[in-house]
């Protein structure tokens, strides 16, 4: 840099500030608007447009949302509600639909008069997909006429113009993700039919249908039973205590309340809350009248029907959770979310409804159904006395806990600074890899804890037999915030910002990292909620050539660096994965996979997945907990047919199979 480039650069002036037009900066920050720019943004667009159907059927104008990725993967979403307004805006003077598409914050959801309910708050939603998409078609059908716009990366082609007359009504949306801005595209039938199905256990009334041409696959999703099918859903594979989900439904300050829950032979809770079609995962206001109204009434019911002895045993809000599953929908017109993500509902009149509604329904329903009544008290008395022999467990590790490093597992390699934010711990398959990865590690910030053979399965054992084992009371005492659920875990006494799952890359490291991950959710779910919980990265390949070294995460990333070592012909030769320990040596090159963690030598671990400047690590997070629990469920649980039809289903997808 020059003296004269050294000087503008320092100058901050008028000439300084860039103002970005239009949807310039949702291309500058695509982010900041739709999460990244991997796969889960890019799933996120369809859920943008999706979303703008869904609350038009809130409305009570639309019953059916349509889906389809076509063979380009491009995709289209059509509804059958009013359609986007066509005509001239009073403000901007040109056409209200190029409006929408094209200005951020431009939508119906700010005033309560064309929308009373929706999820989107800010008007960003359409608008930004139609700024990250290489092209975007819209046509609107509306009074008796159809009406087309076309764009390209959010500029409008043409003006609006006609293309013939119709009587239905509605929107369709068709567009193509923009190769600038996206890593891949690749759509997920699995990722989108998820979100899909979930929306249409929410409102019962519509039917969505996802279709895609790439391999002919097509799925409708109608469920006249709405939450009360989606507890069913979830609890699939699970022994249900009672024949039927209770189901409450009600209105109160023009706020409905929905909720559906049944009991079943799990030791774990399973609440699931929605707020305008939202998933809230981190609970808020309608989760606390839930749990407040549940405890109460049952409380109640069990002292006045004498199913519980004043003094005898005390049942808490925990014990009459433990094998709950349920899912609760509110419906609020002006929701006030904690933090930009919406995950936690703040409104306080809300915690309120929802109390009173579902405690009044609830003590009406179990004074008309005694039998029932009397499983679920059975069941918590049950939970409490295990609850007790937790409690005991639980003590004994946190007395140990206070004796600060002296109870610190003689296993763990601790870093030697203290503050957690810049501290992390890598939990380890075996002494081996324990080995390299103390020996590769900065010791000032990064812990290492190997675990010794496989933890034990958490979906089959209750807490204080959970406390038993060695390689989770390891991890509980490294950790330092206790293990349970909300109310049990203290996240400021955790010890390390991040806590990162490590594993070889083959059957038993997947097997271990699942059974990790099984724990996590169970029972230390606010790590996850928190976002301290990563999943490492180890190479698969070392492609050499000369004093030349490069690692590889994949295969495809494997092809393209030895065609940038100018081996495009060694790269069609090997054409597939390659066997554990296999090297292949071809055109001046040595290509080797690696097996396991343990292979590598301290620098190469170093340098290829602890490293913080050139690693990759995979973010744990509760996006959708509903089916993260019936997916541990199906993994980890006793039934084997659904696990034969989930490998079966995703067999597909799989890469390096070690067999």
């Not at 869904?54 to 979403?77: M, N, P, R, Y």
């Not at 300050?253 to 929605?274: C, M, R």
């Not at 812990?447 to 958490?458: D, E, S, W």
């Amino acid at each position: 840099m020059t003296k004269e480039q050294e000087q503008q650069a320092r100058q901050y002036s008028e000439t300084s500030i860039k103002v970005l037009e239009g949807l310039e900066a949702v291309r500058k920050r695509p982010a900041m608007y739709i999460g990244d720019v991997g796969v889960r943004g890019l799933h996120h667009l369809v859920s943008e447009v999706v979303d703008n159907s869904i609350d038009e059927a809130l409305a009570g104008f639309c019953d059916t949302i349509s889906v389809t990725i076509h063979k380009d993967q491009s995709v289209t979403v059509e509804d059958n509600g009013r359609g986007i307004p066509v005509g001239p805006h009073p403000v901007k003077k040109i056409s209200t639909l190029e409006v929408v598409m094209c200005t951020l914050h431009a939508g119906g959801k700010f005033d309560k008069q064309t929308y009373q309910v929706s999820g989107g708050l800010h008007g960003v939603g359409v608008s930004v997909v139609n700024a990250l998409s290489e092209w975007c078609e819209v046509q609107v059908t509306r009074d008796g006429e159809v009406h087309q716009q076309r764009y390209t990366r959010g500029a409008p082609d043409y003006k609006i113009k006609k293309l013939g007359k119709s009587k239905k009504s509605g929107t369709k949306t068709t567009f193509y993700p923009d190769a600038e801005i996206f890593k891949t595209i690749d759509f997920r039938f699995e990722v989108l039919e998820e979100r899909l199905r979930e929306l249409a256990y929410l409102n019962k009334t519509i039917k969505i249908s996802l279709k895609d041409e790439r391999n002919d696959e097509e799925v409708i999703f109608f469920f006249k039973g709405g939450l009360k099918d989606f507890v069913e859903y979830i609890d699939t594979n699970r022994q249900p205590l009672i024949k039927k989900p209770i189901y409450i439904e009600g209105m109160r300050d023009n706020t409905p309340v929905e909720l559906a829950f049944q009991y079943n032979d799990s030791y774990s809770e399973n609440i699931f809350t929605y707020v305008n079609n939202i998933n809230t995962h981190e609970g808020g206001t309608h989760l606390v009248g839930f749990k407040t109204a549940l405890t109460r009434a049952l409380n109640n019911y069990a002292y006045k029907n004498g199913l519980v002895k004043e003094g005898k045993i005390s049942i808490s809000g925990d014990d009459f959770r433990e094998g709950l599953t349920a899912v609760l929908s509110v419906k609020v017109a002006e929701p006030q979310f904690e933090g930009q993500t919406k995950t936690k509902l703040g409104n306080s009149e809300t915690k309120s409804i929802v109390e009173t509604l579902v405690g009044e329904q609830l003590t009406l329903f179990l004074e008309q159904n005694p039998p029932v009544a009397k499983r679920i008290i059975e069941k918590a008395v049950r939970a409490a006395e295990a609850r007790n022999a937790a409690r005991r467990a639980r003590d004994l590790t946190r007395r140990k806990n206070a004796m600060d490093s002296l109870s610190l597992p003689g296993k763990l390699a601790d870093c030697s600074i203290t503050d957690p934010e810049h501290c992390e711990i890598y939990l380890v398959e075996g002494d081996s890899a324990g080995g390299s990865a103390k020996q590769g590690r900065d010791r000032r910030f990064q812990a290492i804890l190997p675990l010794r053979g496989k933890i034990l399965n958490v979906e089959k054992a209750r807490l204080h037999k959970i406390l038993e084992n060695n390689e989770i009371n390891a991890m509980v005492s490294a950790f330092g915030a206790g293990i349970g659920g909300e109310e049990d875990m203290d996240l400021s006494s955790l010890r390390y910002g991040k806590i990162i799952i490590m594993t070889d890359a083959d059957v038993d490291g997947s097997h271990i990292r699942t059974l990790l991950l099984t724990f996590f959710f169970r029972y230390m779910k606010p790590l996850l909620e928190n976002k301290n919980v990563y999943i490492a990265q180890p190479p698969l390949y070392k492609i050499k050539k000369g004093k030349t070294e490069r690692y590889a995460f994949d295969d495809d990333e494997r092809d393209e660096i030895i065609r940038t070592l100018g081996g495009a012909k060694v790269a069609d030769a090997i054409d597939g994965p390659v066997d554990e320990n296999e090297v292949i040596k071809k055109g001046g090159m040595t290509v080797s996979r690696f097996k396991g963690l343990g292979e590598m030598n301290p620098e190469q671990l170093w340098d290829t997945t602890m490293n913080p400047e050139t690693r990759t690590l995979l973010l744990v997070t509760m996006e959708n907990a509903a089916e993260a629990d019936r997916l541990f469920q199906i993994l980890m649980g006793d039934d084997v047919e659904p696990r034969r039809q989930f490998i079966e289903r995703n067999a597909r997808y799989v890469r390096n199979l070690d067999v």
